[in-house]
């Protein structure tokens, strides 16, 4: 089992003037623990499961995986998961293109129908019915897809979106794995098993299980070999720095489901100092395979 971290607070010790140099260091931290990925929220808005307030400070996620390309060389970067509705597809995929390019190859597209309704309305965004995300997500997954095939330029139409061009030069060093977030059984698990590289779930051992199975069955309708696609899952009570047995233990549970990759979140103030003392997990955690 691998491990990744996402970072999805920006409350850090020394205020704002610290966030950069802070996020640097979690770069380098997270590297040196062995870790696999580092991925950041897509928000504008704080939101209310990290117990903070949404005036909390929040990033936005792109920018913010462009910096860390520069403070990083071997971790896999991504949102967790981009709202399909922030950006017009076309646009995402040269943005995920160009941050591709520039960390090395190392970017994957997370993605998902969103769901913070005061954020869309905060900001203006506007925010369909969840029928209408979900139309608009399938299309985002296809019109990545065309702009990341070289040998197709032309058209796209869809429902919701119209390209005249799906030009994309230069083309992504390494082709951006697909990772489709939640586990809704009749629509996003079947988008996974039909677009993704990935999944990233939550729940019980027997939860993911069942997920899991829905998913098999999914892949089965489609044609796709399930064994190809990467099962993860977002832990919100991570490990105990200094104490990560009993943590091995909880995760021997999942890793026995099929779960491949564990995502834990660094709490605020000094994520950095965190995953030092944490890191002696990574080493436990692929030794349960």
Known sequence: MQLGYHVPIFEIDGGTPAIAAELARVGEAAEASGAT???????????????????????EGYTS????AA?????????LVTGVTYRHPGLLAKTVTTLDVLSGGRTWLGIGAAWFEREHVGLGVPYPPVAER??????????????????DNGPYRGKHYELAETLCSPQPISRPKVMIGGGGERKTLRLVAQYGDACNLFGTPDEIAHKLEVLRRHCDTVGRDFDDIRVTILDHDGPTPGSTDDYVRKMAA???VGVDTVIVMPPGGSPAAWIDGIAAVVPQLADLG
Request: charged share 15%; hydrophobic share 50%.
């Open 37 to 59: 990925w580092l991925s950041f929220m897509d928000h504008f808005f704080q939101i209310e499961p990290t117990g903070l307030p949404a005036q909390a400070n929040m990033l």
């Open 134 to 151: 979900f139309e608009r997500l399938e299309e985002a997954l296809q019109i990545c897809a065309q702009m990341w095939d070289p040998a």
């Open 65 to 68: 995986l462009g910096f860390m």
């Open 254 to 256: 999942y890793a026995k």
């Open 71 to 79: 403070h990083t060389s071997t971790l896999q970067l991504s949102l």
